[in-house]
């Protein structure tokens, strides 16, 4: 599993709203950006409270990352 689908299950598994989950990668030559696009409602769930959710999803994201030798991982958690 590559980790643009690895963040894809672990965010829709978290929001009301599955289907507005957009998840994608950019690679350039320092590092790998993820960015989560969801929905305004579900920025919540995503962010948790005092940010525990988003810093547990960079903490599995960065693990996935290092386990596949994925240098230098920025995840960037946004809404539409």
Known sequence: M???DFT??????????PDM???SSFDNEEET???????NEDMGAVIGKSGKNAK???TLILAHAYLN???RVKV?????
């Open 2 to 4: 590559n980790i643009t």
């Open 69 to 71: 030798n994925i240098k």
């Open 33 to 39: 950006i993820i960015e989560i696009l969801v929905s």
């Open 21 to 23: 989950v957009k998840v």
């Open 56 to 58: 547990a999803l960079r």
């Open 76 to 80: 960037n958690i946004d809404s539409f």
């Open 8 to 17: 894809t299950y672990l965010v829709k598994n978290i929001v009301k709203n």
